[in-house]
């Protein structure tokens, strides 16, 4: 087998090594890890009690856009939460102190992140206390990236879901509740098989131009 012969053969293989690689690690188009950080504040509410008036607190959560959702009437969809952790009054919590659901909701894992008609509302999560003194909460979606913060000293929390309408609540049994609200920023959106697939490309790019100038001097020496 000539050199020339060889050195084509070669190129052929690293073109169909690169092209499937690009195949195999290539996700489907809409897949992306979303994140969004939110912060949480207890602010005055006129004639209404606040025991935890001026209490703040900030976390993050993750989800994958391209999983499946459960899907309800009204347009209203969950996605499952992958990663998530809140930082109040000097404890971390995180997806799996979620007190989960007292109806059956066959496929919804909470904590959810709630859409409606594709629109992002919110975090449904729900904490109950393990003590007279920790606290107790829950984050209701009510809107554009806002929600209701509900919490309270030794609050035993809880959520319903009846005719396709979910419920959270909460009963304190110590100094009573506060009212605060959640804001979400979103972080992150990053479709990942455009990176993949690119980096791919690039690859294979530079593989044949290396491959292609190697040739043209072998053919050079060839003809000499």
Known sequence: MTGIKKLSMAIAGAV????????????????????????????????????????????????????????????ISYFAVNQLEFNFLGTTYTASDDVGVVSEIPGIRF????????????LSYVVDSKTNTDVGFYFA????????????????????????FLSSSLLSTGEGLSEGEVTYS??????????????????????????????QKTKAKVSL
């Open 111 to 122: 904590p959810s992140v709630v859409l409606r008609n594709n629109v992002f509302e919110g």
């Open 16 to 75: 169909c090594t690169v092209i499937s690689i690009a195949v195999t690690e290539t996700k489907p188009a809409n897949a992306a890890l979303i994140k969004y950080n939110f912060n949480v504040e207890i602010l005055p509410i006129p004639n209404v009690p606040q025991p935890l008036l001026g209490s703040r607190g900030t976390g993050f959560f993750t989800y994958d856009n391209a999983a499946a959702p459960v899907v309800v009437p009204l347009g």
């Open 141 to 164: 979606p009510t809107g554009v990236n806002t929600s209701i913060f509900v919490a309270g000293r030794g609050a035993k929390a809880g959520r319903e879901f009846t005719t396709s």
């Open 186 to 215: 979103l972080v992150q959106s990053v479709p990942e098989p455009g990176l993949v697939f690119g980096l791919s490309v690039l690859g294979l790019g530079f593989l044949l131009k290396k491959k292609l100038a190697s040739f």
